[in-house]
């Protein structure tokens, strides 16, 4: 399949776009594509709205990026908002900011300073999350799972109550698992690590548990 003609797209200001396949994206601004976009780069300082799938391979984004449908990519990192309608698919997350999908999230390494909500599975070999929002995935899996408060709730302290920044999930599944601020269904791992103000209805391990004095787990399962 011959590749499409690309050129680069640079926005500055407020403008509207029919969508289709470029090189970079540099936006700088507010941006509406009214359909798909696919590209090698993008890079976003401001707020765009697309109507259709995101592709792109390399995202830098410091605003707000709504898709109405699908993102894939190699890598995204920023401050900011990424929001999807459909499935999220890239190899490499570094976030400050929330993450909102209504679908599946899929990352090789997944690092959230901020807030999550991922409506299907939340999936990642390397999965940390530092939480100064409330979140939620109904299922979390990965090989190595850390999700605690950020370092920043406490200076947030000074202003707000950091009592509902909380991660809520239904199953956790993974090889090697930390978790603070954290209720859940189940949690299932070989080394499990129960922390502060977590309230787990059942903990399957086959090699190790610690539990917080804090926490609460109705049911332990040695496997």
Not at 79 to 100: A, C, F, H, N, P
Not at 171 to 200: F, Q
């Amino acid at each position: 399949m011959t590749e499409p003609i690309r050129n680069p797209l640079k926005v500055l200001g407020e403008t509207t776009s029919a969508g289709g396949f470029y090189q970079n994206v540099n936006i700088t601004g507010e941006c509406k594509f009214n359909g798909d976009v696919d590209c090698k780069k993008l890079r976003l300082t401001g707020e765009v709205k697309i109507a259709g799938n995101l592709t792109a391979k390399d995202m830098k984004i410091t605003g707000v990026c709504a898709v109405d449908g699908s993102l894939n990519g190699l890598s995204l990192q920023g401050r900011g908002e990424m929001k999807s309608k459909g499935r999220v698919r890239v190899d490499k997350i570094k976030l400050t900011g929330q993450l909102d999908a209504a679908g599946d999230c899929e990352a090789e390494e997944l690092h959230i300073n901020g807030a999550v909500n991922i409506d299907g599975l939340l999936s990642s070999d390397q999965l940390a999350i530092s939480m100064f929002g409330p979140s939620f995935a109904k299922e979390v899996g990965g090989s190595k799972i850390k999700i605690k408060r950020s370092k920043v709730g406490t200076l947030l302290r000074l202003m707000k109550s950091m009592d509902g920044v909380i991660f809520n999930a239904g199953l956790i599944e993974g090889d090697n698992i930390e978790l603070h601020y954290t209720k859940a269904s189940i949690v299932r791992g070989e080394n499990v690590i129960i922390g502060i103000d977590c309230e787990i209805e059942t903990v399957e391990y086959r090699d190790e548990l610690k539990i917080h004095k804090s926490a609460v787990v109705k049911n332990k399962v040695k496997l």
